[in-house]
């Protein structure tokens, strides 16, 4: 059985940068066409925007090569990382 890959190569799949944009306006759509004007309809235009601009936001990282689910942040953490007999010279 095939498993679903949400993140590829530090970012997320292609298929769900898609899917959260559509989603993201299909709320905003449904909101503007289907519930009357209220704060509750507002909160809910405000969600979709959120959800579509998560998605954009990845779009554009995923097209400049910008991986902010990756892990490399570990080994830059390691390297400021001070030794014992540097820390007494300080």
């Known amino acids: 059985m095939a498993r679903i890959?949400?993140?590829?190569?530090g970012n997320f799949a292609r298929w769900f940068r898609l899917c959260l944009i559509a989603v993201g306006f299909g709320i905003m759509y449904c909101t503007f066409k289907f519930i009357e004007p209220s704060i509750w309809s507002g909160i809910l235009l405000l969600v979709g925007l959120g959800i579509a601009a998560v998605g954009g936001f990845t779009s554009r990282?995923?097209?400049l090569h910008i991986k902010p689910f990756d892990s490399s942040y570990?080994?830059?953490r390691k390297s400021y990382e001070v030794?014992?007999?540097?820390?007494?010279k300080l």
Do not use: H, Y
């Open 5 to 9: 890959k949400i993140l590829e190569d």
């Open 61 to 63: 990282a995923a097209l």
């Open 74 to 76: 570990k080994k830059a």
């Open 83 to 88: 030794k014992d007999d540097e820390q007494d």
